[in-house]
């Protein structure tokens, strides 16, 4: 037993190297007996997997019992409803499969993104998973977890428009040539990572903030902005639902996604980085991945 937990503490060292938050502190040892009755009945050495301790975090949940878990479910193949309102994708069955091994009840709340941030840094949810990427803005005001998934913005434009080629160093868009774009009108999710961006790089009056990507992507289609800044998973959704659009070649950012705690809220952080790299070390979260992301 002391070898597999060696083991765990070795992997998520591994793990915490590709960390989005950089606040892991892989030196904690584990001092729970392993012999204690473990809330976790899949407890099994052989197979090295959960040993069915994941901490004190019980009290610092909202609700006894309940994982609740706050996203915006626009953003397929993350998170988008089905025909009954239900919310599934990626980022619930993941969230899912955390509240599994920690023996709680998964509760989803399906809000607007910005409002999702908000959400968890006020203690209105336990946990973020929203294709939310990690950023140093968002490290001020809430915690974020090991990485699970990398991110890719991407610029949709209108099938054949050539004007758009790519974004350079500072953000800015250019064409073909690499020469800046400055007369530019860009769609984004409001409260996303691409907005961040493309506000920085070009200021306000150049940005027009949506609700969600289906929303920003209409505006895109309308001709109401010439191209959207969106991740690449809802983009290469988008694209395949709305004939018309094509997506310029290459990752404007490169980002991580993260699953968002409150700001020291350390003990469900670790439980929740504890449970995630198990199931990055056995291979559900690729599995997950898998079932919606085809090839
Ligand atoms: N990755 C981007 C961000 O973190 C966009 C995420 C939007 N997610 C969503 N569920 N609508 O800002």
Do not use: W
Request: a negative charge; hydrophobic letters at 40%.
């Amino acid at each position: 037993m002391k070898k597999i937990l060696s083991l765990l503490l070795a992997m998520t060292m591994v793990m915490g190297l590709a960390a989005c938050g950089g606040q892991e502190t892989p030196e904690e040892t584990n001092t729970t007996p392993a012999e204690s009755p473990a809330e976790s009945p899949a407890e099994s050495p052989e197979e090295g997997g959960s040993t069915g301790d994941y901490g004190d975090f019980a009290g610092s949940l909202i609700e006894e019992g309940k994982l609740i878990m706050v996203t915006n479910a626009s953003f397929p193949p993350y998170e988008m409803t089905d025909d009954d309102n239900n919310v599934i994708g990626i980022d619930p069955e993941i969230a899912q499969a955390i509240a599994d091994k920690l023996g709680l009840e998964l509760v989803i709340d399906n809000i607007d993104f910005d409002a999702a941030l908000l959400a968890v840094q006020e203690g209105r949810a336990d946990v973020m998973l929203a294709g939310m990427s990690y950023s140093e803005e968002r490290d001020l005001v809430m915690d974020f977890s090991d990485t699970y998934a990398t991110g890719y913005q991407v610029i949709i434009v209108r099938e054949g428009d050539t004007s758009i080629a790519g974004g350079n160093d500072d953000y800015m868009l250019v064409d073909a040539e690499g020469n800046v774009i400055e007369d530019v009108q860009i769609g984004v999710q409001r409260g996303t990572t691409g907005e961040l961006y493309c506000q920085d790089a070009y200021g306000v009056d150049h940005v027009t903030s949506l609700d969600n990507g289906s929303v920003a992507v209409q505006a895109l289609i309308n001709g109401q902005v010439d191209c959207v800044v969106i991740d690449i998973g809802p983009a290469q959704e988008y694209v395949a639902a709305n004939p018309g659009l094509e997506i310029v070649e290459g990752a404007y950012t490169i980002e991580d996604y993260c699953v968002g705690v409150d700001e020291g809220n350390t003990a469900l952080l670790e439980a929740v980085n504890k449970a995630l790299n198990e199931m990055i070390e056995d291979g559900t979260v690729q599995e997950i991945m898998d079932q919606y992301i085809g090839g």
